[in-house]
């Protein structure tokens, strides 16, 4: 049997891994079959081109590269300098930005970056003309201790968890949450929507440092120019995740005032989830924090790691192409057809529909919580996450919701028919669950009972769903 160049490189990869581990091979031939077969709806996945994931695997692994481009703590780094600047000059031109910082490792990574940018942009002049030192970097602990109990609380406001906020932008368990003073804001109880003015009630009561827009299961678009104007009236920096909807805005789908990148002081994203690419995360600013942001190494970042930026570089460069834009409008047009046909069959939707890649369904209707849900449908050929929905009862844990997404599907091709199957297969699935009996007798949050022979038809339908919509149909391993 011949082979195309994609089947030939990872049959040869696979090949060199068996011999040094075998079960490792053998994972990674599993996953690709796991992946084919089921219906990927985590909202925050996706499948990187062979391009993209060939990138990875390649010498650049093998390099130390502290520092940036023409300016490195190692020696021998002109080849990571051109992967860099190419991922870098990509970026700035796919959203418009002054500048780019594609080192981080992940999302998380790369909000450190831009919280410890605002920071130190922000207690630099005070602090160096005190100290008589030339960069934040260099005061000494003291003087860093000194200077921010002169400053007070460093506030952050950003969107609740319940309300689809994510963990990072300031709550406790995580380190953002340790290094501000942290409120939230919600959304409408009757709407679930963004309400602006009681932000901007928040924003005038709380006098945050640092505003944060983004979201990791709401869906709907924001309005960024109203928030910049919310950040401008109280003095706060305004810092935008669009970690989860970044694709949607390299594609043209979000403009004007939905465009985060023009309004905000400074960006943050993925560039996996709707943008397609390796696990990684990026920074988008303008000239003021720039330099900042390109200490994010060694300031919070270890080592740049430059075969992910060479991927990076690799998958920004296909979000260049014409074609990514009609992608980009497809995962909306999927979203909005799956949560048509969800709402038509009686399911209850977390603002009632969506803008954007996500839709979160409140599976309380169904007398379920999201993870017997979550569970259910993963039984059934089905992959989602459970997720809280506003106010939930159930908590982060076991929740009340499922967050489901299109970018997957979509790049598998499938469309608004096999959208509307889609929710036909879900419905069915949670409306054949019941909540199991807890060991005190009464209803479990955990436990579920779904009669296998159901569990197993939607899987086979489901299948059938996906088999003209093969996944990387270039790449043969058998």
Known sequence: MSHNAESTAFRSALEVIRAVEPRVADAIGAELADQRESLKLIASENYASPATLLAMGNWFSDKYAEGTVGRRFYAGCQNVDTVEALAA??????FGAAHAYVQPHSGIDANLVAFWAILADRVESPALRKAQVRHVNDLTEADWFALRRELGDQRMLGMSLDAGGHLTHGFRPNISGKMFDQRSYGTDPATGLVDYDRVAEAAREFRPLVLVAGYSAYPRKVNFRIMREIADEVGATFMVDMAHFAGLVAGKVFTGDFDPVPHAHIVTTTTHKSLRGPRGGMVLCGPELADQVDRGCPMVLGGPLPHVMAAKAVALAEARRPDFADYAQRI???????????????????????????VLIDVSGYGLTGRQAEQALLDSGIVTNRNAVPQDPNGAWYTSGIRIGTPALTTRGLGAAEMDA???????????TTAGTGPDGGPSKAKYVLDPA?????????????TPFPLYPEVTLG
């Open 422 to 432: 889609t929710a036909e297969l879900i419905h069915t699935v949670l409306t054949r």
């Open 454 to 466: 159901v569990a197993e038809q939607v899987g086979k339908q489901a299948a059938d769903l996906l």
């Open 89 to 94: 000059e990509h970026a700035r031109e796919l």
């Open 332 to 358: 909306v047009d999927n979203a909005q057809a799956l949560a048509d046909g969800l709402l038509s069959r009686g399911a209850t939707l977390v603002t009632g529909g969506t803008d954007n890649h996500l």
